[in-house]
């Protein structure tokens, strides 16, 4: 019986699974990954930060809202460097590549958040 034979759940209980799944995921980022712990620590210093300055909904939700694009980018990073890390530990350019790339959009998500805040909190 090959992957493809095997049959999926669906409704209630594809939607269980995958919760387990988003569980499983986010505690294995936080219990492997450094990065992700200091930008779940700045997320939770900075997340009700953001509520408190904006001063309308949109405002607040420009706040905040980048601020899950960073976890949301370092939790495809780091699954692009388990993959890569799977796949084999020796050096190779593209695997490190990969990893460089993960990294630059880390770095962008983060760019982004002071960015928006920046143009937020200057508008006041």
């Known amino acids: ?7 999926k759940p669906t409704g209630l209980l594809r939607v269980w699974r995958a919760f387990g799944n988003s569980a499983k995921g986010f505690r294995g980022a936080f219990v492997e ?7 779940l620590a700045l997320a939770v210093f900075l ?6 300055l904006g001063e ?11 601020i899950f694009v960073v976890l949301i980018v370092e939790l495809l990073n780091s699954a692009v460097e388990a993959a890569i890390d799977r796949i ?4 190779h350019p593209l695997s490190g590549l990969a ?5 630059a959009a880390v770095f962008t998500s983060f760019a982004l958040l002071a960015v928006v805040w ?6 006041h």
């Open 99 to 103: 990893k460089d790339i993960g990294s």
């Open 118 to 123: 920046l143009l937020v909190l200057l508008d």
């Open 88 to 91: 084999g530990l020796e050096r």
């Open 1 to 7: 019986m090959s992957i493809g034979d095997r049959p």
């Open 56 to 66: 309308t909904g949109v405002e607040r939700a420009l706040l905040v809202g980048p």
């Open 33 to 39: 990954e450094a990065a992700f712990r200091q930008e």
């Open 47 to 52: 997340f009700p930060l953001g509520l408190w």
